[in-house]
């Protein structure tokens, strides 16, 4: 048998990005049972306009100078988890559905784990706009998608639904923040835990 671990997450989520790479660095070091890893959708800000936020207003506007700080720190915890974080390239706070949709979407074809780290990565290290439908099918491409397909998927309403009724789920669950990690529908976890953490509740679940 193997282990289900779904981990609830936003792709604007810096510390979903950096949870899911210290999970990624647990596993590893671990081969006592197979691993299936199941992302699932969690909108941290669903009213944002399809247009989205100017990034540094926003932030700027609800945590004051603390978001430097805050970045800072983010930026030495991805160094040390193999992130690169440039945050100055990230210019937008997306609406995050479609790029939801498009990691549903992913799933269906089999290439979801590759679909959440690249949009981390094209999102945090790239600054590419992954509320916009051209970046993302640009975005999908480099996962064998094709781009005219994804871009017809994303022009739709197909997969909309799907994901709501797996943010209900969440919403369910009392999950108020993320990342939050479920193991095997039993162990549940919220926040970026370091890569001991990470490693000790794996070695608890597969006892």
């Avoid at 990230?90 to 995050?96: G, K, L, S, W």
């Avoid at 074809?109 to 790239?126: E, N, P």
């Avoid at 009724?165 to 976890?189: Q, S």
């Amino acid at each position: 048998m193997s282990l289900k671990i779904e981990i609830y997450s936003d792709v604007i989520c810096p510390w979903c990005y950096l949870g899911e790479s210290r999970l990624k660095k647990a596993l590893e070091s671990f081969n006592k049972t197979p691993v299936e890893i199941h992302y699932l959708p969690y909108e941290l800000n669903p009213a944002t306009p399809a247009e989205g936020y100017d990034r540094k207003e926003y932030l700027q506007a609800k945590y004051g100078d603390r978001i430097k700080q805050a970045d800072q720190k983010l930026k030495q915890f991805g160094e040390e988890a193999g992130i690169t974080y440039n945050f100055d390239k990230a210019n937008r706070i997306p609406n995050t559905l479609k790029a939801h949709r498009l990691i549903w979407f992913a799933d269906q074809k089999g290439v979801q784990d590759k679909a959440v780290t690249d949009l981390f990565k094209a999102y945090f290290t790239d600054g590419v706009d992954i509320g916009d439908t051209k970046a993302l099918a640009k975005v999908a491409s480099e996962w064998g998608l094709n781009e005219g397909e994804v871009t017809r998927f994303l022009d739709s309403e197909k997969g909309s639904e799907e994901v709501r009724g797996l943010e209900e789920t969440a919403y369910n669950l009392g999950v108020t923040g993320v990342p939050f990690f479920v193991f095997d529908g039993k162990a549940a976890l919220s926040g970026a835990l370091d890569v001991e953490t990470f490693s000790e509740i794996l070695e608890e679940m597969s006892a």
